[in-house]
């Protein structure tokens, strides 16, 4: 009997766990990919007003997919692309190759859960089965509760249990490969299977993707992965520098599958348990976190538009047009912070992020702007390469304090201190802020702050070669304590 594998945020051929559960239940296996014109018409791409759209994440998509389109053909299978409505095309393409099933993995963000049941329920009506599988997460939905058998909301407990429930299910044996290679016989071609269509075809130019140090699919992200592991051993020691190059850069492979979680985290565990890495402990940490927002977002999908505390989900917000000045001032690399605009000239030219730098600049808009953080969840939404609902969700719910495990109201980043902490010397600032290249390390977290002498000397006069800040930190600071006081 024939299968269909749907390919959505796991872009590749081994260690797969739809495709493996395909491919040894069935003799001939299809593959698909929908580029869902339900999740490309919301993006208003990011070229000049009146340019043709591109987005990076398409491009990236785009040359991934044709990556792994070569590896199923060169094993005897292909991919199927179609362009449509998913929850039309993929039943529809079910019932042209006349499977029996379609295998799909799991996704858990809201709005992919209703599109899996629409599908579920159109193959059902053609007698068709829908299977799906845990595959981009180590631990899901339930699997790790507290011991009165609820989700957590805590973090630390959460990653507690995460590590003891690995240990106990055999720790690098749990973490194993789906061995699809023993089944690759069973790829299936099909004269539906012309090619991945060109952006054009898919209403897209080409953005600036492939001039950024990103490299695409799963020769990117296993080079990206050997590269980390290389000094994985300095990632505790190095992760909070933007100019260091200290984290692994792989998020946007995690977001659409081109690595392997179970290969990164089975890397992670050894060395972490086995040598003792504290690098390597860190960075499973991290890979932690991942599937904690993942398993939030599953048992709340109300935090898509809420805050976690309900408390705090009715706060006074700056609004009105001077908020909406500073709104546009803070996207626009110009809040006068050298901090704040060089992450997010980062954003805006190559659509990543430091870590550091997002819980900053996430922090400067909702404590020192005031404004709400759902604004600032939806403009990195739009912009970031390794955009996932559950991460950047979580992260700004944490920077505004609403979220869960939420770093207290109190505690408010100062930007300068940041700065000064985590880029000492300005390399950072100076990489994305060039007009600020001559300025003396001492006035370069607060260039305000430069005798008019020096600000001449130095090419940047403040108000006119680089901005004045757009607010006072202390002030901003007491308005937004009284905003989380009020409640
Ligand atoms: P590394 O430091 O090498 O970490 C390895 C992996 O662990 C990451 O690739 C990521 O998959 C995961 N990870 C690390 N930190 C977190 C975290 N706090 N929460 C969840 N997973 C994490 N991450 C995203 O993948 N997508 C987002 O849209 C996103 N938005 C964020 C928004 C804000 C306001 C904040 C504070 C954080 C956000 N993060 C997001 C988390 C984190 O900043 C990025 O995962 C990280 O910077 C990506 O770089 P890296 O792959 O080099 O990370």
Redesign the pocket.
């Known amino acids: 009997s024939a299968a269909l594998v749907w390919f959505r945020r796991d872009l590749r051929d081994f260690d797969h766990a739809a495709l493996y559960h395909a491919l040894r239940a069935h003799r001939r296996v299809f593959c698909a990919f929908v580029f869902d014109t339900e999740i490309l018409d919301a993006l208003p791409g990011q070229g000049a007003p009146g340019s043709p759209r591109s987005d990076r994440r398409i491009d990236f998509i785009h040359a991934s997919l044709l990556e792994l389109d070569t590896a199923l053909r060169s094993a005897g299978g292909a991919l199927i692309v179609r362009h449509g409505r998913a929850s039309q095309e993929l039943p529809a393409l079910a019932r042209e190759l006349g499977v029996a099933a379609v295998f799909t993995n799991h996704d858990y963000e809201p709005a992919a859960i209703a599109r899996d049941a629409a599908v579920a329920t159109a193959l059902a009506d053609s007698g068709i089965a829908f299977t799906s599988f845990k595959d981009q997460v180590i631990f899901e939905r339930d699997e790790v509760l507290t011991q009165a058998g609820k989700p957590f909301g805590v973090f630390t407990p959460y990653k507690n249990a995460w590590l003891r429930k690995l240990g106990e299910a055999g720790g690098e044996f749990y973490l194993q490969s789906y061995p699809v290679e023993r089944y690759r016989a069973h790829l299936a071609a099909s004269p539906l299977a012309s090619g991945i269509p060109p952006l054009e075809a898919l209403g897209f130019a080409a953005s600036n993707l492939a001039a950024l140090r990103l490299p695409t699919g799963m020769s990117g992200g296993a080079a990206l992965f050997e590269a980390?592991l290389a000094r994985i051993d300095q990632?505790k020691a190095a992760?909070d520098f933007p100019a260091v190059k200290g984290?692994?850069?792989?998020?946007?492979?995690?977001?659409f599958g081109t690595v392997s979680i179970r290969q990164l985290a089975r890397a992670a565990w050894q060395r972490s348990g086995v040598l003792g890495n504290e690098g390597a402990a860190t960075?499973l940490s991290?890979?932690v976190?991942?599937d904690?927002?993942q398993q939030i977002l599953f048992h709340h999908p109300q935090v898509v538009e809420h805050a976690w505390k309900p408390e705090y989900d009715d706060l006074q917000w700056e609004s009105g047009l001077a908020a909406d000045a500073l709104f546009d001032a803070w996207c626009a690399a110009r809040t006068g912070y050298p901090i704040v605009d060089a992450a997010m000239r980062q954003l805006n030219q190559t659509g990543?992020?430091?870590?550091r730098l997002?819980?900053v600049?996430?922090s400067f808009l909702t404590k020192d702007l005031g404004i709400h953080w759902l604004h600032?969840?939806r403009y990195?939404?739009l912009h970031?390469n390794?955009?996932?609902?559950?991460?950047?969700n979580?992260?700004?719910q944490?920077?505004a304090s609403t979220g869960c495990d939420a770093q207290p109201y109190f505690r408010i980043f100062n930007p300068v201190s940041q700065s000064e902490k985590f880029d000492a010397q300005g390399t950072f600032i100076r990489r994305y802020l060039p007009e600020l290249a001559q300025v003396p390390d001492k006035y370069i977290h607060a260039p305000w702050l430069m005798p008019a002498l020096t600000q001449q000397a130095t090419g940047c006069v403040i108000g006119d070669h680089y901005p004045a800040p757009v607010v006072d930190h202390a002030t901003a600071r007491e308005i937004t304590l009284a905003r989380f006081k009020r409640g």
């Open positions: 980390f990632y992760r984290v692994s850069y792989l998020s946007t492979h995690l977001r960075w991290e890979l976190w991942r904690f927002y990543f992020m430091h870590n997002r819980m600049t996430a600032g969840e990195f939404a970031l390794d955009y996932d609902l559950s991460a950047n979580g992260g700004w944490w920077a």
